[in-house]
């Protein structure tokens, strides 16, 4: 009889011993199901980036309106980032320049650099990316 509750204590031990490992294997599993799922949601995203650039001396006409196509479609719209890297103006002249983008959709959208009044305008640079699914 003593033997057999020796053997049932040890027993007990090595249960409670395999219920401990299930409990971190199955904490490391969820870790791991998490971080496949972040992956797995990454690349769901896509980004594309590129420059529009215009440019002309003497100064050039005003405004420059052109259409940017994605390289492939997203699949709803995405969000535009976009800003002007590079300015050259005349140096009389008060500098005004207004960048617009318009009709942003899952193929594309309109960019338009445009100054006015007095304004000599010889170029402008806009780097913009567009990110979503």
């Known amino acids: 009889m ?17 219920e401990k490992e299930g409990k971190e294997i199955k904490t490391a599993l969820t870790s791991c199901e998490r971080r496949i799922q972040v992956i797995e949601n990454r690349k769901e995203m896509k980004c594309e980036a590129g ?23 997203f699949s709803g719209t995405p969000t535009l980032t976009y800003g002007l890297y590079f300015l050259d103006s ?18 594309g959208f309109q960019l338009t650099l445009r100054s006015w009044a007095n304004t000599v305008l010889y170029g402008a640079y806009v780097s913009w990316m567009a990110c979503g699914k």
């Open 51 to 73: 420059t529009v650039k215009h440019y002309e001396y003497p100064a050039g006409k005003w405004p420059d309106s052109r259409r940017i196509d994605f390289r492939s479609p």
């Open 2 to 18: 003593v033997y057999i509750l020796d053997q049932l204590y040890v027993m007990k031990s090595k249960v409670q011993q395999l």
């Open 90 to 107: 005349y140096y009389g002249k008060n500098l005004r320049i207004d960048t617009v983008v318009t009709n942003l959709s899952r193929t």
